[in-house]
């Protein structure tokens, strides 16, 4: 069973940058779709990015051009790359995963992934 860890949240301003990674442990996650997923107080866990096992990147339109997802097999991890951030940016960031023979659910769904870290608050102030 894959363990997944986050790290690198933090409190940044309005326009700044931020990367937060999720280092897998238990399994080699190369070959796992894995995800990044939010959480703001009050609303339902929602869909950032996805990087799927052959390497094709998939993100929220609301993230779309500031986000980059990446994969650091070296490190049996992935990344997420942050910029121009907002203060809607706000959130607890969740890493995901889906192994071998995935299933088989819309990427963008919670339930498509069996495995979650525990997150990493991410806070943008104005």
């Known amino acids: 069973q894959v363990q997944l860890v986050e790290s690198g949240g933090g409190l940044v301003q309005a326009g700044g940058s931020l990367r937060i990674s999720c280092v897998a442990s238990?399994?080699?996650?190369?070959?796992?779709?894995m995800g990044w997923f939010r959480q703001a107080p009050g609303k339902e866990r929602e869909f950032v990015a996805t990087i799927m096992s052959a390497g094709d990147t998939y993100y929220a339109e609301s993230v779309k051009g500031r986000f980059t997802m990446s994969r650091d097999n070296v490190k049996n991890s992935v990344v997420l790359q942050m910029s121009s951030l907002k203060p809607e940016d706000t959130a607890f960031y969740y890493c995901?995963?889906?192994?071998?023979?995935?299933?088989?659910?819309?990427?963008?769904?919670?339930?498509?992934?069996?495995?979650w870290g525990q997150g990493t608050q991410v806070t943008v102030s104005s």
């Open positions: 995901a995963a889906d192994p071998p023979p995935y299933s088989q659910k819309p990427y963008y769904i919670v339930r498509a992934y069996p495995y």
């Open positions: 238990g399994r080699i996650i190369s070959h796992y779709d």
